[in-house]
Structure formats: structure tokens, C-alpha cells
């Protein structure tokens, strides 16, 4: 055994040293589900391991794959980096023997001097086998990260500039790329983009909720995507108002507003066989200032019949009560997390089928 095969296997060893330790049932006991996890749902769960132990860390993969195992899930979203040929057999050796699907997680290429770190990520989940690469072409929600409708384009035409970098890299290492509507650009914009690109390597991460906070209509965002479906982020929401707007929050499956069994079947209709991750961060409610000026910098020509459909759907389904996170300790932050998940994956398996 050469000293990077010693390494690898070391690293192995120790992610089920540290799953072990933060688990202490064995996974029989946790019922199967087709629902795979994205590691932003286990944030919390990280971060409490951490605190008990810096050097380990949930979202290394193998430490990632076996604990969503042992949750029961059927499969995971995750940053993979780049790594070695041999990390990347022993990875895709492990998601099989857990009979887990894996997806990655990348950041899109800057600039050209980004492509070659770019290439070795796709390089890496080509090798591990993903069914796809989820991805943001903007990192934050539009209507905060931006002051002008001018920074708005600016920043739509270098998105759009990313993902023709990508294409020869995709189409190379024939990995698909779903790209997540991340509260950035409206239904109609995405799908120009995704026509413009027209190439079965680039497609959609379709995430339930997030339009809703660019005043679309949640079906209809679901329905105008299905075609382009790689991947999809399970989730479900609950609204309230605000004095600038609505509050936004992420809840288990089946408390929320959102037709989840709906979208799930539109979805399954547009593409068999579609995979579903769970994606519900466990913090605070968002907040969605629809009513200031500063909202409708970079949505000028948004109707008010939006505003008005969505301002409906919130007094409609106002809830009673949103999750409130940050004042608690972090056990209790912990508790909400793990009750969240477990109620997800019942109503998953129950409701949806998976």
C-alpha cells in the first residue's frame, strides 16, 4: 500500500470513527427513504460536532455519506472539491454499498483563470458519479445583493458569460450542470437563459420555494421548469406578515403552504426517475421587504398583480407561528433541526412516496 492509498483508507476509518460517535444507533433502526439530503439541512448538526471535536467535520463526503445512511436517506448533495482518482473509485465505491445516489455542489468559474480549478471539480464528480452538479449563478437573493437595475444585468450577463465557460468542461466530462433558482433571476429570465444555452449538459436545480420571494407563483415556477429538471430541492415554507413585507421560513414537509405532492408530481411526469433532496435550514424566518422602494430596484417591470397574488397567499396562509433559531442554545437549535428532518422524511415516505 502506497502512502496516498494509507491516507485514503486512514480518512475512511476516521469518518466512521466520527459518524460513530455522534450516532450510537445502528442504522436498521431508522427506516429507508428514497429522499436524499443536502448539507445545508444538517448545518446545525455540523456545528455540533465541530464544537465537540474540531477535526471532525459532517460535510467531509465519506463522513457525509455514511451518516445520511444511517439516517436513512437515498442519497446526497454535496460539495466534492477536487480530489484525487482514487479518493473519488473509494467514494463511488461507498455511495454504492450504501445504495445512495450523490450529487455535487460547485461554484461556477469567475473568470478563465478560475476554469482550471472549475475543471478539476467536474473532473472529480464525473469519477464519483454524480447524476449532477447543482450550482447559484448569483450568491446572494437579488433584491439584497443589488441597488440598481443596471448592477442587475451587469451581473446577469457574467452569469450567462460562466456558463458558456462551462460548456466545453460539462460536454467533456459529460457531467450535467443544475443550475438552482436562488431567489436571482424570475421564471422567464432562467428559461431564456437555459433556451439560449440549449444544451443537455445545463439544466435546472428546481427549488420549491424560492421564487415565491420574487413574487412568482410556486406552481407555475414548478411547472415552467419541470422540462429542464436535473435536481430538486425538496421543500416546504410558511409566511407571515411584516410591516415591510412578509416573513419567510423554512418548515418540515406538509406544515408549510407550498403544494408539495403537486409539484412532486409535476415533476415525476416531466422526468421520470428525478431525484428529490432536501433542502430546510433551520433558522430564523427570512425577511422579503416587498413593500420598500429598495425591493423593486432590480424587479422594475414586475406587475402589481404579482404583488397582489402573492400578498393574498400570505394573509391566506398566514401562519400562527414561525420558527424563531438564534436565541436559542445550540442543543436546542440541534433539537429543532433533527425534529424537522425526521418529520420530513415521515411525510416523504407517507405523502410522497419516496
Not at 21 to 26: H, I, N, Q
Not at 52 to 66: A, C, G, I, N, V
Not at 108 to 130: I, K, N, Y
Not at 192 to 206: D, F, M, N, T
Request: hydrophobic share 40%; with cysteine; aromatic share 8%.
Amino acid at each position: 500500500m502506497n502512502r496516498r492509498d494509507a491516507l485514503l483508507r486512514l480518512a475512511a476509518g476516521s469518518s466512521l470513527v466520527a459518524t460513530g460517535r455522534a450516532l450510537g444507533t445502528p442504522p436498521a433502526e431508522n427506516p429507508k427513504s428514497n429522499l436524499g439530503l443536502v448539507i445545508y439541512t444538517l448545518a446545525l448538526r455540523r456545528k455540533a460536532m465541530q464544537g465537540r471535536k474540531p477535526s471532525e467535520d459532517l460535510f467531509e463526503p465519506f463522513t457525509y455519506l455514511d451518516y445520511c445512511h444511517w439516517l436513512g436517506a437515498g442519497g446526497v448533495q454535496l460539495p466534492l472539491g477536487a480530489r484525487s482518482a482514487e479518493y473519488s473509485r473509494k467514494l463511488r465505491q461507498r455511495a454504492q454499498e450504501h445504495g445512495l445516489y450523490v450529487e455535487g455542489i460547485i461554484n461556477m468559474s469567475r473568470d478563465d483563470r478560475d476554469l482550471e480549478r472549475f475543471e478539476a471539480e467536474v473532473r472529480t464528480a464525473a469519477q464519483v458519479g454524480v447524476l449532477a452538479l447543482r450550482t447559484a449563478l448569483f450568491s446572494g437573493r437579488r433584491y439584497e445583493q443589488f441597488a440598481t437595475w443596471k448592477e442587475y444585468q451587469a451581473a446577469a450577463e457574467r452569469a450567462r458569460q460562466s456558463v458558456l465557460r462551462a460548456l466545453p468542461i460539462l460536454e467533456r466530462h459529460r457531467v450535467r450542470l443544475a443550475v438552482e433558482n436562488h431567489k436571482d433571476q424570475r421564471t422567464d429570465e432562467r428559461v431564456a437563459l437555459l433556451r439560449a444555452i440549449a444544451s443537455e449538459y445545463v439544466g435546472a436545480c428546481v427549488d420549491l420555494g424560492n421564487n415565491f420571494a420574487l413574487l412568482e407563483d410556486p406552481l407555475a415556477v414548478v411547472e415552467a421548469l419541470a422540462p429542464w429538471a436535473f435536481s430538486v430541492h425538496l421543500k416546504d415554507q410558511a409566511v407571515a406578515e411584516y410591516e415591510d413585507g412578509f416573513l419567510f421560513a423554512d418548515v418540515p414537509l406538509g406544515e408549510g403552504f407550498l403544494q408539495v405532492k403537486k409539484m412532486v408530481e409535476i415533476l415525476r411526469r416531466a422526468k421520470p426517475g428525478i431525484r428529490f433532496s432536501l433542502e430546510t435550514l433551520t433558522r430564523d424566518p427570512l425577511k422579503v421587504p416587498v413593500l420598500s422602494e429598495q425591493y423593486w430596484a432590480t424587479l422594475p417591470n414586475v406587475p402589481g398583480s404579482d404583488l397582489a397574488r402573492t400578498l393574498r397567499t400570505v394573509r391566506a396562509h398566514r401562519a400562527s407561528q414561525l420558527p424563531q433559531i438564534s436565541g436559542l442554545p445550540l442543543e436546542k437549535q440541534l433539537a429543532r433541526e433533527s425534529a424537522g428532518v425526521a418529520k420530513s422524511f415521515q411525510y416523504a415516505r407517507e405523502i410522497l412516496g419516496l
